[in-house]
Nanobody, 120 residues
Framework: QVQLLESGGGLVQVGGSLRLSCVAS????????MRWYRQAPGKQRELVAG???????NYADSVKGRFTISRTNAKNTVYLQMDSLKPEDTAVYYC??????????????WGQGTQVTVSS
């Protein structure tokens, strides 16, 4: 069993900051890429940022320069530092991990999501 647990969401004013965390636990052999997605009401889920096990990162154009993804491999944790938040960043944010279990099966796993609301 593998679980991803997100934390750090909440309500913030325009221009404010939040830091999301996601911890992966369970029968994990190794974690490859870790990503943050978001889904706003009435919209499709979209990729926000991703980071490989080696630390290479990628970002959606809409968050470049404002969001920073990082990870601590020893703790199976990924973070998303969100600065200069805008109302359009309001969404449920989901953690995703591409990982290999101790039974050597590789798959994608999702967290339950954490709500981020930016008020204007």
């Amino acid at each position: 069993q593998v679980q991803l647990l997100e934390s750090g969401g909440g309500l913030v004013q325009v221009g404010g900051s939040l830091r999301l965390s996601c911890v992966a636990s369970g029968s994990i052999f190794s974690i490859n890429a870790m990503r943050w997605y978001r889904q706003a009401p009435g919209k499709q889920r979209e990729l926000v940022a991703g980071i490989t096990s080696g630390g290479s990162t990628n970002y959606a154009d809409s968050v470049k320069g404002r969001f920073t993804i990082s990870r601590t491999n020893a703790k199976n944790t990924v973070y998303l530092q969100m600065d200069s938040l805008k109302p359009e960043d309001t969404a449920v944010y989901y953690c995703n991990a591409e990982l290999t279990t101790t039974s050597r099966a590789t798959s994608n796993y999702w967290g339950q999501g954490t709500q981020v609301t930016v008020s204007s």
